[in-house]
């Protein structure tokens, strides 16, 4: 059974950080490919970033220089760290695991909220 959890959200002032954390079960993690996506109140679920095999990093423009994604494949862990948050940046915050070969494994985590408000 594949399961990805996230952890690490919360409530943070406006130019604050936080650190999301992803663990994955079930897969054999290092051969996926992790990203993070986010969906707040009334908007479709968007990208924020993602991380390859080999360790190539994609972010979208407005997170480039604020976040950073890396991960760490004896824990089979994907990290999130997000610095300057701005209000805009609430959301619940998903993992998300795909593999590069097979399209059907996509797995979804449940997602964790991360709330940026003074």
């Known amino acids: 059974q594949v399961q990805l959890v996230e952890s690490g959200g919360g409530l943070v002032q406006p130019g604050g950080s936080l650190r999301l954390s992803c663990a994955a079960s079930g897969i054999i993690f290092r051969v996926f490919v992790m990203g993070w996506y986010r969906q707040a109140p009334g908007k479709q679920r968007e990208l924020v970033a993602t991380?390859?095999?080999?360790?190539?990093?994609n972010y979208v423009d407005e997170m480039k220089g604020r976040f950073t994604i890396s991960r760490d494949n004896a824990k089979n862990t994907v990290y999130l760290q997000m610095n300057s948050l701005k209000p805009e940046d609430t959301a619940v915050y998903y993992c998300?695991?795909?593999?590069?070969?097979?399209?059907?494994?996509?797995?979804w985590g449940q997602g964790t909220q991360v709330t940026v408000s003074s």
């Open positions: 998300n695991a795909k593999s590069p070969l097979i399209r059907q494994l996509d797995y």
């Open positions: 991380i390859t095999t080999g360790g190539n990093t």
